[in-house]
């Protein structure tokens, strides 16, 4: 059986090859200042983080280790991509959010925005609810990839327009689990 998260330094799918991108020191030390961040601008105010499955559930959780205020959180669920490499150009709400948002602060959290798409949609969803205020945080941003006009509030690495998967990111579903983020090499 294939082996995944054994810090290899490249990482083969079928015939295309990954290589290290990110590594999990990288990540985590983004995560603290950006946990340190959001908890310092949030200091008086209960927040709610609406993360944004599936991609956001690693990114989402190491965050929250680093936020020292209370606060809350959600999720979303949308579906975009399929098993395709590039965005499909169309955004379904495959899960709502529980909470009732109204009046509160709202943090969206992403692991990646890529066109904007998703954020776009989902911004338009979080207002039509009428919250106190919207920011969002994404682990990673390729902008020049952006096709949409969106305010990306706080930014854990801006990346080149290439795929990366893992610590979150999949590859037709998989490789999630991996610890730290890979680039597919051309
Ligand atoms: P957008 O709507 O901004 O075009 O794309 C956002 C979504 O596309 C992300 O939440 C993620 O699911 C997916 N995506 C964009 N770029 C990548 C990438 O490089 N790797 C992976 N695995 N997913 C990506």
Excluded at 10 to 15: H, P, Q
Aim: proline residues 3%; aromatic residues 10%; hydrophobic residues 40%.
């Amino acid at each position: 059986m294939d082996s995944v998260n054994n810090n290899e330094k490249e990482l083969w799918i079928g015939d295309e090859k990954f290589i290290p991108f990110l590594s999990e020191e990288e990540i985590q030390k983004r995560n603290a200042e950006l946990g340190k961040e959001i908890s310092n601008e949030y200091r008086s105010k209960l927040p709610i983080f609406i993360g944004v499955l599936n991609g956001s559930f690693i990114f989402m959780s190491d965050l929250m280790k680093n936020i020292n205020i209370n606060c809350e959180i959600d999720f979303f669920k949308l579906s975009s991509y399929g098993d395709e490499k590039i965005s499909s150009g169309r955004v379904r709400l495959v899960k709502e959010l529980n909470a009732d948002i109204r009046d509160r602060h709202i943090i969206i959290v992403e692991d990646i925005v890529d066109t904007g798409l998703s954020i776009k949609y989902i911004e338009e969803l979080i207002m039509e609810h009428k919250p106190a205020s919207m920011k969002v945080v994404t682990l990673l941003l390729k902008p020049d990839s952006l096709k949409y006009d969106v305010k990306i509030d706080y930014i854990g690495f801006k990346i080149p327009n290439k795929f990366v998967i893992g610590y979150g990111l999949d590859y037709a579903q998989k490789y999630r689990n991996l610890r730290s983020i890979y680039v597919l090499s051309e």
